[in-house]
């Protein structure tokens, strides 16, 4: 069998992949995650292939992005507990989509698949003490908040993959792994 490889520093695609029953080795890809498109499938895609496609390890390689989008405007992790606030706030009583990117690379027979899930998102209205309380606590989560923490009950209501929101589509993932062996693409 094949060694999986996971391209990823989350501890939530860690923690998916585990409970899921997979075996895999982590390496933390080095990339720059500046892109310049606006499309937010453009972005997870191209971010999560890039990502796998930096590790230099023989094996299936899995890389994932994850970004939210509120309206037009895309929104990754923020960079301080002031960003994390304005973002909780832009957040609040809002319906916004969650999109991961996942690309799978098979270093060993150069064929790549590359997709994303999309998933809807509506939030409770916030109120100040709610956003103070978690303003610094998911710096390291796309829009600043964590679906899957017990005491932070921002979402009113999902509309798709709750793992998607979580930081990594598992149903999607699984489906591509079975159609890389149909649909063939050559890495660059």
Known sequence: ????ILASSS?????????????????H???????RSKNPVKIVESLALK???AVKKNGIVVGADTIVVLRSEIIGKPKNE??????????????????TGVAIVDTVNKRYIVDYEKTEVQ?????EEDIENVCGK?????????????????VKNIKGDYLN??????EKFQKMLKKLQNRIYLCD
């Open 1 to 4: 069998m094949t060694k999986l």
């Open 11 to 27: 501890p939530q695609r860690k923690k998916i992949l585990k409970d899921a029953g997979y075996k895999f080795e982590i390496v």
């Open 29 to 35: 890809p080095k990339i720059s995650e500046k892109v």
């Open 51 to 53: 990502k796998a496609k």
């Open 82 to 99: 002031n960003e994390a606030r304005k973002i909780l706030r832009k957040l609040s009583g809002s319906k916004h989509y969650v999109y």
């Open 123 to 127: 939030f409770r209205k916030l109120s």
């Open 138 to 154: 998911y710096l390291d989560k796309a829009g600043a908040y964590s679906i899957q923490s017990k005491n932070d009950r921002f």
């Open 165 to 170: 929101v979580v930081g990594f589509p598992l």
